[in-house]
Every structure is written in C-alpha cells, then in structure tokens.
C-alpha cells in the first residue's frame, strides 16, 4: 500500500512539472541548419520550457501552443558564441586605459560594469560567451556567471578564467613606471617556479575556474624576413607543470600566444586553444592541425589598437595587421579549427562584437563557415555541442533573428533583432 501511495505521489509530482513547461511555436521565415550549412524556409519551431523540441514545415505543423512567436519575416539561427571576452574590462588601447580601470576602479565597481557588458553581449546575440580573466578583479567573473545562472542580470551562459597565469614580471600591461614602494594589483596571478604554477591552476580550480588560462609570451618584434618572434614567459617546467595539472584536473588550458615563441612551447604543453596567434608561422599551423587545437584570431581588436599604440610608440599591432589576411588564409586552408572570439573588452563594448565576421569573409572563408566558427565549432570548443550553437531538438533554446540573409551580407549579424535565451526573450523587434 505504502508503495502504491509513492507512486501515486511521484506520478502528481511529475504530472505537475509536466504541466507547468509551457510551450512556444516560432514561426522562421528561413532557418540556418548550422550543423548542414542549410537554410530551411517556413519551418516552426517549437520550444518546450527552455529546450527545442522539433522543427517541423509549417505547413505540417498542427500542434497547440501557450504562444506563438511571428518571425516569418526574419532570419532565425543558433544564439552566437563568443570564445573570448573580457567582461570586466572596458577597453585599453594604451596601458595608462588599463592602468585606470585596475588602480582607480574598484572591483565591485568593475562587476557592476562587468554585469552591463554581459548584458550588452546578450543583446548583440551572443548566448554563449568563455571570458577568459578578469583582468585584476580575481574572481568576480564567477559571481557575474552565478548571477546569470540564478537569473539576477541578464547576460549570456558562461565558461570562466578567473585570473589567468604569468610569471613574476612578464606582464606587458600591468601598471607600470608608478612608486616601486607601492604594492600594486596586477593583472594577472603571478608564480615562480613548477611549484607555484601548480598551485595557482589549483587555487584557480577551487575558486570556480571552469579554463585555466596563460599569458606564454611577451616583447613581441618583427624580423627582417617579415616573420615574428617573442620572448618565452615561463620555463618549460613552469608551462608543462601549468598544463598537467590542467589536464589532471579535467579543465582545458587557452593561452595568449602571438608567435611559435610561445605557441610551441603552449601546445607541448596540452593548450586546447590559442588565442590572437597574431605572427604565427607555418609550423604553429601544422601542429595546431595535428594536435585538433583550436584558434581563437581575435581579428578586429589588431585594428582598434593599432593606431593609438604605435602613437605611444608600440607599432606592432600595425605589422599584425598586415600580416593577418596572408596568416588567416594559410590557417584556414591548413584546416586549422577556427573558433569566433573577439577579445571585446580588450576594445570598447559599445564596438560591434560581430565585426570579426567581416574580416573572415573578405579573407576568403564563405559566410556559412564563418558563422560555424561562432557556433557548431564554438560549441565544439566549450564541450557543449548539441546544446548551443545549433537548431535542433534537445539543444538549448538559444535563438536569434535578423532581417535579411547573413550568408549574402555577412554584417547583418551587427544588427540582431531578436533574441531568445534559454527560452526566455531578451531582446525584440522595437
């Protein structure tokens, strides 16, 4: 009898669970199949609570719904992804930008500033974002995740760094040339030695890090032949201690690496993505290729910086950017598994965070594959395919719509329309 009663409390239980989902048919007047690369006219979907159930012709489609979304005029895809963010910065062309946030700025004051960029990125599209360090505000970026999650602010699902790793010294843009007596924040988690660089991955681990992130190089220079070089920020017991304990710990490393000096050295060491790779050379792009390690090219922040450095003395951001049509091109031809970041925050948030699709259009990438970068591969990187990045039952009800076809004008995806994140709408048509 006692059984008898259990079931029939857990069948009302899940009858009532069952009944509270509600449900939304969105009527797409093209849909973009990101796993195919094809577009699907006069389809419905339909959303159960926060997941796709089906898509289905909408001249089938027959089923009743709580709400019906009207976007036959739009063009619906996967929310974006982002692989590379800086919620709590503001943008930085010269240190003394960076200087300000870190020694005028509080960390509370940055988190509620990080909480409007979160936002903003929702807004501009992007569902999904890995933000990767906080930039000298330890780890808020794991409270701005938590808040999210528990839906206090709006903002995109997150993977997080927390604080990043370098070796004592070997930070360009931390605050320089003040009172040596001063004991000032810094920009990153400093170690010394193998030990301390386990350490801090564990330290970092224990506070929420979901990535381990290094900064592997630095005084970045252009030789006579047009090649890059740098100098190597850690030893290599100090990099493949970082990435073993990385791996024990079941986290991916991503590392900040502009040319072989440091993207080597970075991949030997168990990097899952290199980030900017700005002076790359031939033989960073066929190990990348051997090893299935991702790029992250972070395009258009070359451009934004590239003038008011080279003002300040620092032209290399303009070599890069020369460079960086001939160094794409080769990547992408090589295979290289290309995943969208943009290094926003790092530049203006009120910049467009869909700018970097331009650059890989007018670099020979067809348009379908440059949005793959920013979903179906995006979602390969973060461990979340199936369930961001995609139309399809199961996944997350991450979806956007625009007006007009991206794949004939790439720079639509600057002007979302709509915005739905797991089922919920953020974002519609004014």
């Known amino acids: 009898m006692l059984k008898q009663y259990l079931l029939l409390i857990s069948c009302c239980i899940i009858g009532s669970v069952l009944q509270a989902q509600k449900t939304t048919a969105i009527r797409c ?6 796993r195919n690369g094809v577009v699907l006219n006069n389809q419905v979907l339909l959303v159960r609570d926060n997941k796709i159930e089906s898509i289905t012709a909408a001249s089938a489609f027959d089923q009743k719904t709580d ?7 739009y063009f619906v895809l996967p929310g974006m992804i982002d692989c590379h963010t800086h919620v709590l910065l503001q943008g930085d062309i010269t240190s003394d930008d960076y200087a300000a946030q870190l020694l005028r700025e509080s960390i509370p004051y940055r988190t509620l500033r990080a909480a409007r960029s979160a936002g903003i990125s929702l807004q501009n599209g992007f569902t999904t974002i890995r ?3 906080t930039e000298g505000a330890l780890y808020a970026d794991v409270d701005i995740k938590k808040a999210i999650n528990n839906g206090i602010i709006p903002g995109p699902r997150m993977q997080v760094a927390t604080r990043a790793i370098n070796t004592v010294g070997h930070y360009a843009i931390s605050p320089r040339d003040y009172n040596w007596e001063l004991d000032l ?19 970092q681990i224990a506070h929420g890090a979901d990535w381990i992130k290094i900064y592997a190089d630095r005084g970045y220079y252009q030789q006579p032949d047009g090649s890059f070089r740098s100098l190597s920020n850690f030893t290599t017991e100090e990099i493949n201690a970082i990435g073993d ?9 991503a590392v900040h690496a502009m040319t072989r000096d ?7 060491a ?20 051997e090893k299935g390690v991702y790029w992250c090219p972070t395009i258009y922040i070359n451009a934004y910086v590239a003038a008011g450095r080279a003002k300040t003395g620092s032209n290399i951001n303009v070599e890069f950017v020369k460079a960086g049509p001939s160094i794409f091109k080769k990547a992408y031809a090589a295979g290289v598994k290309i995943a969208y970041g943009t290094d926003i925050g790092g530049y203006d948030w009120n910049e467009p965070q869909a700018k970097d699709f331009e650059y890989m259009v007018q670099w020979g990438m067809p348009a379908i594959k440059a949005i793959q970068t920013a979903t179906t591969v995006a979602a390969s990187l973060l461990d979340l ?20 076809d991206p794949l004939k004008d790439i720079r639509l995806l600057q002007q979302v329309q709509w915005v739905m994140k797991n089922g919920i709408i953020y974002k519609s048509p004014k």
Do not use: W, Y
Request: proline letters at 2%.
């Open 29 to 34: 007047g093209s849909l973009l199949d990101t």
């Open 385 to 404: 395919q199936g369930q961001v990045g995609v139309l399809q039952p199961g996944a997350f009800a991450d979806i956007i719509a625009i007006k007009g």
């Open 262 to 268: 440091g993207i080597l050295a970075s991949i030997r």
């Open 270 to 289: 168990g990097a899952v993505s290199i980030e900017h790779g700005s002076g790359m050379d031939d033989e960073c792009i066929q190990l990348m290729v």
């Open 185 to 203: 924040p810094k920009g990153i988690q400093e170690i010394n030695g193998a030990d301390e660089a386990r350490k801090a991955v564990r330290e």
């Open 67 to 73: 709400t019906t979304i009207d976007l036959s005029d």
């Open 245 to 253: 304990e990385t791996i024990r710990s079941r986290k991916k490393m």
């Open 131 to 133: 933000d990767l360090e």
